[in-house]
Nanobody, 111 residues
Framework: QVQLVESGGDLVQAGGSLRLSCAAS????????MGWYRQAPGKQRELVAT???????YYADSVKGRFTISRDNAKNTVYLQMNSLKPEDTAVYYC?????WGQGTQVTVSS
C-alpha cells in the first residue's frame, strides 16, 4: 500500500523558515521523481518543486531562491526547506509521487 505522509507544517512569521518532510512507503522511492505542490484557499493546486531520481530539481518562479527540495533515498523521504517565507506562501502543501498524493500539511505565514 502506497503512503505519502507529510509533516512539518506550522504557523510562522514572515521571513521565517520551515522544513517539510514527506515519508514514502510502498513505492520504489529511489527511482521516482518526487514533488511538492501547494493549494491556497480558493486557488488551484500549483507545483512548487520537483526532484528527479538523479537529483535534478525544478522550482516554480515564485519560490526560486527561497525554497530547496532534497531527498534521502535511504530514508525514503523528500524534504522542502522553505526560507524567507511570505504570507502568500500560506497554503496546504502536498507531497506527490506519480499518481499519488499525501494528505497535506498546513503552512501559515503571518505578516
Amino acid at each position: 500500500q502506497v503512503q505519502l505522509v507529510e509533516s512539518g507544517g506550522d504557523l510562522v512569521q514572515a521571513g521565517g523558515s520551515l522544513r517539510l518532510s514527506c515519508a514514502a512507503s510502498g513505492i520504489i522511492f529511489r527511482i521516482l521523481t518526487m514533488g511538492w505542490y501547494r493549494q491556497a484557499p480558493g486557488k488551484q493546486r500549483e507545483l512548487v518543486a520537483t526532484i528527479t531520481s538523479g537529483g535534478s530539481t525544478y522550482y516554480a518562479d515564485s519560490v526560486k531562491g527561497r525554497f530547496t527540495i532534497s531527498r534521502d533515498n535511504a530514508k525514503n523521504t523528500v524534504y522542502l526547506q522553505m526560507n524567507s517565507l511570505k504570507p502568500e506562501d500560506t497554503a496546504v502543501y502536498y507531497c506527490n509521487s506519480p499518481g499519488r498524493w499525501g494528505q497535506g500539511t498546513q503552512v501559515t505565514v503571518s505578516s
